[in-house]
């Protein structure tokens, strides 16, 4: 069975919030419809929400780095928040980072960021 | 599956057996007594290496065991493939190599998170990794 992530709006910001683990195909999918949402409603920030991943491979990370980037490409920008502390330290050993995305620690501190560079 | 008895098999075929198999090398990695950071560190090589299998071999087996060794338990993770292997193992262990379209970090990512770490490709049979993370006391 596939998962569908939901993608809320909250004025001209998307909020997306990953509840489980996610195959690559539904991460694909997930980017397709992220990209979809902003074109269509003029979106000016993106929140992803990772607090329920407990695992962020180099795939998942790239994954996030090219939504990120072309969400950039729209005008629009993109944060990631949540990410549980044993997923980053596997990611820095991994050797993955997420330099070029913002990161928050929590939805609110999220769209806190994106509202003040905004 | 795991068969209770601190082993778990899972084919990998599509990218849907990754996060399968990251899922029982998590529930071992907890049944042993690992701790949360750790597990993460397993199911996260886990993932690298079946994906490996997904991208370049097509189909392959990961098997996860509890180890034993003196006083020492730990999880072994072998993940085998009969695809086309590595030509040079040691270019392949290089952060940022890739014949693929990936970040190249998988293989040498994977032996960072790892205790042990072996890998062997005998030409025409594919490619095995065979790791290990030990619970340290």
């Given at each position: 069975m596939s998962v569908r992530v939901p993608i809320l709006r909250q004025g001209e910001t998307l909020i997306s919030s990953i509840q489980e683990e996610l195959s690559d195909t539904e991460i694909l999918d997930l980017q397709s419809r992220l990209m979809e949402q902003v074109v269509r409603h003029n979106a000016t920030g993106v929140v992803v929400d990772v607090g329920?991943?407990?695992?962020?491979?180099?795939?998942?990370t790239r994954m996030l780095c090219d939504i990120a980037s072309a969400v950039q490409l729209r005008g629009a920008r993109m944060c990631i928040v949540g990410i549980q502390p044993e997923v980053a330290f596997s990611m820095v050993?991994?050797?993955?980072t997420l330099k070029d995305v913002p990161t928050a620690l929590d939805l609110d501190r999220g769209l806190a960021l994106l509202a003040r560079k905004g | 599956m795991m068969d209770g008895a601190g082993r778990g098999i899972q084919q990998i075929e599509r990218d849907g057996d990754v996060v399968?198999?990251?899922?029982?090398?998590?529930?071992?990695a907890e049944e042993i007594g690992f701790s949360r950071?750790?597990?993460?560190?397993?199911?996260?090589?886990v993932s690298e290496l079946a994906r490996n299998i997904v991208n370049y071999a097509g189909?392959?087996?990961?098997?996860?065991?509890?180890?034993l060794r003196g006083r020492n338990i730990g999880l072994t993770i072998t993940a085998t493939d009969d695809g086309p292997g590595i030509a040079?193992?040691?270019?392949?262990?290089?952060?940022?190599?890739s014949t693929g379209n990936s970040l190249g970090l998988g293989l040498p990512g994977t032996r960072r998170i790892m205790d042990e770490f072996e890998i062997s490709s005998p030409p025409g049979n594919g490619l095995t990794v065979i790791a290990t993370k030990w619970a340290f006391e």
């Open positions: 329920a991943l407990d695992v962020l491979d180099s795939f998942g050993l991994l050797g993955v | 399968l198999a990251r899922q029982m090398a998590r529930q071992l950071a750790e597990q993460a560190l397993i199911a996260t090589a189909s392959g087996m990961i098997a996860v065991t509890k180890n040079d193992l040691d270019a392949a262990m290089v952060d940022g190599f």
